[in-house]
Every structure is written in structure tokens, then in C-alpha cells.
């Protein structure tokens, strides 16, 4: 709290104290309310689903027929990489070593759009053979899920740029920011395994 | 520049109001239609070509001029901000109620041009779209009432020892939010007084609308010079 | 106006003529207050009078929208009559926000709050207040042909679940500026938490495409969770608000300032 002889010392006007003592009292970064709440929102996406699988059991088996297992791996592949890549940034980090840092993050943004393509290509070769949203209940549930998730992926790689330029100036350094967003990255990464899982895999 | 056309924006509302007189009164009907009316007469009435040439005149210089009040309403936006709660939200609230009315004007507007422009449609598609000119003139009073009464309270609130308008702006426009609110039920019945046709619906409505219009006019003329000085929003 | 300004007397009512008359913030407690009282109009309005919400089935025959219109025809009338007449509380509550943007630090702030505005109020007259007419002419004439009462119907529920450009942008905007804001006028958390709401405008668009299942516009995704995640997402926004409305510094105004200084004593009111 900035007193008024400091205030009047430095010279500062009445709102440039008023903005000071806000950043003081909010220094709480808070991502990880986002998270629980999302994980909550996202259970729900995925109890949804579960009942309805059970209720039309028989065409979703059929339908899961035409996801492909490898895009399957291979985009669960890219994201677990990408994940390992932030990790090793994060520490790089907490070591000052910031080229290193910044590398890694590039790498793991590079991981990311890997991803991205792949999960782009994969939906139009689905498309192209028929498989398209309207086409069934699970379609519904696997392009909708699938592209809630692609958003969040994008969120990811618009906190990853930010982390990027931060790490790259030496006067933003901040490992807050770091921290934030590699916990919503790793989020991001768990939903898709999930997602992987209950519709690549349940059979 | 000549002196006298420093208020032009103001001086162009009395006109505008002139040329909004003269479209209503080219209407067919100087009161509305009555709801009650079958599909098959909404029909007739617009398929008749005295009556469908009479709309359209009307329509197409009621859309002309339909935002034409603006600069009424910007000039009184502006000196808002010359009020001692000027440097907050009040002024913002009054431009977006504002253009949120003209917006609902314009729909009506261009319900009846359609209603007009091919009579041979069938007569349910002409009467729904008669219906729906009728309730988007009527019922949208909310935008007005919003405009009254974020102006009234911007006038209360206004305690300096010079204030903007004069404090029988604010009752006026208390007033006049109050005669509006029964014509936002217009579409509540279709015979009585609450009805679109009604008396408290529509003449309560549109003379409010122009005495409240005369009257503000009136305010922010007396009050034009205020708006030399600058505002506390700057 | 120089004098001092008395002491807030008790009393409900006495107090809130106090704050009225000298309180430097009162135009944005009242819009403040707009808020709850806003949401509790509509929320009143759309559940219980008009039972537009929670919406009907999207696969009703034309027998069954007549019905539906013939049942609850007056309420519906009657229910969007009272939205109509309130609806100013809604506008004073997205430029509060609106308004609280451009005291944030931020660059080319003003721009951000100014394009805030725009893109609420613009959602709020296509997105809440367009099947206000369309409900109420339909509903007007139920005896009307069943064909075009569900157009209206279809109407109704896509203008209200597919305006979700306005919103989308509004909120993007809100949320942008709550984290890059250096002021902290809003908490960083409450920031992170404002993505669910501009998601939900993603998560919303299959209900104009499909009738049935889970995406429909009564589904339990799209309709169901994201309502339950909004109206949560508003008790916070409310505290938030009510939080960052204290907080904010006094807009550069002289009387304002002159008035805070008065009640604080600072300034004698005639100087000798």
C-alpha cells in the first residue's frame, strides 16, 4: 500500500496510486480455477457421451469404424512429445538457461501445429469417405468433442507465443506465466488422451 | 464559417421532424390498421394500388429520414458528458438505446415495403408480415424508455450549481417513460385500448413522442452553448 | 454546490438517497445493480412466464407448435412485454463493462471498451430481443397457417441460439483485456474463467443444424451444460464486477474529484 507521503514523494497522481495498489492486491494467477472447471466441464461433455453410447451401442461400434487408429497414435504421439518439450522448457527455465527455453517452447509450438495439421487432415479423409457430422450420433459427438478440443489447442498455442515473446525479452521474464501456461498445455494434452481413449479405443 | 451554422446538426432536427410529419400523414390510415383484421382483408388493403402506392411513399421517406433525429439525440449524448456524471457509462447507454430504436424502426420499415411490394403473395404471408411491421412499431418502446430514463437520471444526478438542462427535463422524461410503458403490452390483446390501435398504444404513444421530442429539441437549443466547453469524459 | 455533505443517515431507504445524492460512483452503482436485476427479469421471463426456455423440442409437427403457441399465448406476450419494458438495464450493463474497460491499462484502451459496447448491445437486439417479436406475433394468431408459425418457431430459437458472433466477440474482448490488463482491475483467474464464456458461442453452433439429440438447441450439451456454465460463470461476474466497480479509480472528472475529496474532508468547501 502505497502511503500518501510516498505517493506525494514520488511524485504519482491519484490514479496511478489507485492502479499500483490494484496490482498488489490481485497478484493471484489463478489458472488453475480455469482448469478444475474446465476438467468439470469437459466430464461432463464425456458422461454425455457414455450414456449415449450405451443407448445406441450398436451404431457407434459401426461408426467407430471409420476413425483411423494410426491418426489416433500418431496425433496422441505429437502431443505427448510436445508435452515433454515444455517440460524440458520449464526447466531450462527455472535454470536460466532462456536460449534453451526458447527453443524448447518453439518446439513444442511446432509439436502443436503438428497436431493441428494432423487432426485437419485426419477430418477430411473422413469427411471424403462419407463421414461427416450429420451422419450419425457419434459423428456428432466425435467431430463436436474433437473440435472443442482443437479450440483448446489453439488457446494453447496463443498462451505457448505469449510464453515465447516473454521468454525472449529479458524485461518480461516471468515464470508465473510459464507455469500457467504449461499447466493449460498439459490440460490440453490429458483431454485429448481421454478423448482418445473413449472414442479411438472403446471398442 | 458563418456563425449561424454552428448548430446545424441541431437545426436539422426540426426539419427532420417536419418531413417525419408529412410521411405519416401520406399513411392511408392515420390511425393503424386494426388487428382484427382478416387475412383476406390485410390482403385487400395492401393489394388495393391506392393504398400500396401510399405505403410506399410513405415507407420510402420514412426510410430516408428514419435516423434523421440523430443529431437531436447525439447533441443531448454530448452534453451528458457536460454533467457532473459525465465521465461515466450514462452517455454510452443513451447513443446504444438510441440507435437500438431506430434499428427496430427500420425493421418495421422494411416489413411493410415487403407487405407492399408483391401483392399477389398469399394473404397469411402478407398478413404476418403486416403483423410483424405492426408489433416491431408498436412494442419496441423499451428503447425509448431506456433513452428517458438514463436521461433522467443523468439530470438528477447533474448537482452542480449550473446544471446542463433544467431539473423539468428529468420529470419530463420520467413522464414520458411512464406513457410508454403500456405500448410495450401492445401485442397483448387485439381489440381495446392496449390493443396496436389503441388509444393508450398508439396516440398516447406518438404524441408523447412528439411533444417529448419538441420539448428536448427546446432543451438542447437553449443549451447549445455548453457544448463550447469540453466535456468531463475528455 | 459547495456546503458539506452530511453523514449517510440509517435507514434502507435514506441511505440510498444518500448515495444518490453524494456518492461520486453512484451512476455506476445503479448500473451495478442493473445487472442482477436485468438477469433476474429475463431469467423470469424465459423460465417461468414465458416458457420459452427451457426450449421446446425442435422435432414438434405443425399440431404440436400450434398447440404450443395456443397454450401459452398470452404469457408469452405478456412475459416479452415486461422484457421490452426493462430492457435498458441490460444496456446499462454491457457499457458498465463496457465503460470499466477503458479505465483498464491497457494500450488503446478506449478502442477496446468502445468495441466492447458495440458488439454487446448489437448481440443484445438480434440475439435476446428479435424472438421477442417473433414469439409475440406468433403467438397473436395461432389460427394463423401452421407452416409459417414454424417459421416463426425456427425463427425464435436460431436467432436466439445463432447470434453468436456479438457474444463471441464481446466476450473475446472482455477477456483479452482482463489479461493483459497491468492494472489488475479484474482478477487474473476471473480472466481465464471469461474463456468458457466465449466458448460456449463455439459450442453452441451445431444447434442451428441438428433437431434432435444431445446438440439440439433443448440438448443436453448445448443447451443444458452451457446454461448451467453461464448462469455459475454470472453469480461470479456479478462479484467481480461489484469488486472492480470499488476499486476502479474516479473517472478524470473535477466535480467527481472536487466530491471525493469533500467527503473525505480534504477539501473545506469555502477556502479562505
Known sequence: ?203 | MPKSLNHTLLLSVPIIGMIWIAAFLVFPTYTPMSPTMTAADVAAFYGNPANATRVQFSMIVFNWFEIGMVGLYATIAMQMQRMSHGGGPLAWVYMAVTLGGACMFAAANLFWIVAAYRPDRAPEAIQLLSDMGWVCFTVPTGFLIGQAVTLAFAVFLDDRGDPVFGRWVGYLNVVAAIAWIPAAFGALYTTGPLAWDGWITFHLRIWTFAIYNIAMFIAAWNARHRLDKPSVAE | ?272
Not at chain 1, 501445429?113 to 466425435?142: A, C, D, P, R
Not at chain 1, 515473446?165 to 488422451?193: G, I, Q, Y
Not at chain 3, 445503479?30 to 429475463?42: C, H, K, L
Open chain 3, 1 to 272: 454546490m459547495t456546503g458539506a455533505v452530511p453523514p449517510i443517515p440509517s435507514g434502507w431507504f435514506a441511505k440510498m438517497a444518500w448515495h444518490l445524492r453524494h456518492n461520486p460512483k453512484a451512476d455506476l452503482w445503479v448500473a451495478w445493480f442493473s445487472i442482477p436485476i436485468a438477469y433476474n427479469i429475463m431469467g423470469i421471463v424465459y423460465f417461468t412466464i414465458t416458457h420459452m426456455m427451457p426450449p421446446p423440442d425442435a422435432t414438434k409437427n405443425h399440431a404440436q407448435i400450434v398447440e404450443f403457441f395456443t397454450k401459452f399465448g398470452f404469457e408469452i406476450r405478456l412475459g416479452f412485454g415486461i422484457m421490452l419494458v426493462s430492457l435498458a438495464f441490460l444496456v446499462w450493463a454491457n457499457d458498465l463493462i463496457g465503460w470499466l474497460i477503458m479505465k483498464m491499462d491497457i494500450p488503446h484502451v478506449k478502442a477496446w471498451g468502445y468495441a466492447y459496447m458495440i458488439a454487446m448491445c448489437g448481440g443484445g437486439f438480434t440475439g435476446a430481443y428479435m424472438s421477442a417479436f417473433t414469439m409475440s406475433v406468433a403467438s397473436m394468431r395461432p389460427d394463423r397457417d401452421p407452416a409459417m408459425l414454424e417459421v416463426l418457431y425456427d425463427l425464435t430459437y436460431i436467432s436466439f441460439d445463432g447470434t453468436m458472433g456479438f457474444f463471441l466477440f464481446g466476450s473475446l474482448i472482455w477477456t483479452y483485456t482482463i489479461l493483459a490488463d497491468k492494472s489488475r482491475l479484474f482478477p487474473k483467474w476471473f480472466g481465464y474463467t471469461c474463456i468458457w464464456n466465449f466458448t460456449t458461442e463455439f459450442l453452441v453452433s451445431p444447434a442451428v443444424i441438428v433437431h434432435s439429440g444431445p446438440f439440439s438447441w433443448n440438448g443436453t450439451i448445448a443447451f443444458w451444460i452451457d446454461t448451467v456454465v453461464y448462469i455459475l460463470w454470472q453469480i461470479v461476474y456479478v462479484f467481480m464486477l461489484y469488486y472492480a466497480v470499488k476499486r476502479v479509480d474516479p473517472p478524470q472528472d473535477r466535480f467527481r474529484l472536487k466530491r471525493i475529496a469533500r467527503l473525505t474532508g480534504q477539501l473545506t468547501p469555502h477556502p479562505a
Open chain 1, 1 to 203: 500500500m502505497a502511503s500518501p507521503d510516498i505517493a506525494a514523494s514520488l511524485g504519482l497522481t491519484a490514479q496511478e496510486i489507485d492502479k499500483a495498489e490494484r496490482h498488489e492486491a490481485n497478484l493471484v494467477d489463478g489458472i488453475w480455477i480455469f482448469i478444475v472447471g474446465d476438467l468439470f466441464i469437459f466430464a461432463s461433455y464425456f458422461v454425455t457421451y457414455a450414456l449415449w453410447r450405451n443407448w445406441e451401442h450398436g451404431i457407434f461400434l459401426a461408426a467407430q469404424q471409420h476413425l483411423s487408429l494410426g491418426f489416433g497414435l500418431f496425433n496422441t504421439m505429437a502431443l505427448l512429445v510436445s508435452s515433454w518439450t515444455l517440460a524440458a522448457a520449464l526447466k531450462a527455465m527455472r535454470a536460466g538457461d532462456f536460449d534453451a527455453a526458447g527453443w524448447l517452447t518453439l518446439a513444442t509450438m511446432g509439436f502443436g501445429l503438428v497436431f493441428v495439421v494432423s487432426k485437419i487432415t485426419e477430418w477430411s479423409v473422413e469427411v471424403s469417405h462419407g463421414f461427416v457430422f450429420t451422419s450419425n450420433m457419434f459423428s456428432q459427438f466425435y467431430f463436436w468433442t474433437t473440435g472443442v478440443h482443437i479450440l483448446h489447442v489453439f488457446f494453447g498455442l496463443l498462451a505457448l507465443f505469449r510464453l515465447y515473446l516473454e521468454v525472449k525479452d529479458p524485461a518480461c521474464r516471468n515464470l508465473a506465466t510459464a507455469e500457467s501456461a504449461a499447466a493449460f498445455w498439459h490440460m490440453v494434452d490429458l483431454l485429448w488422451l481421454v478423448i482418445f481413449a473413449l472414442m479411438y479405443l472403446m471398442r
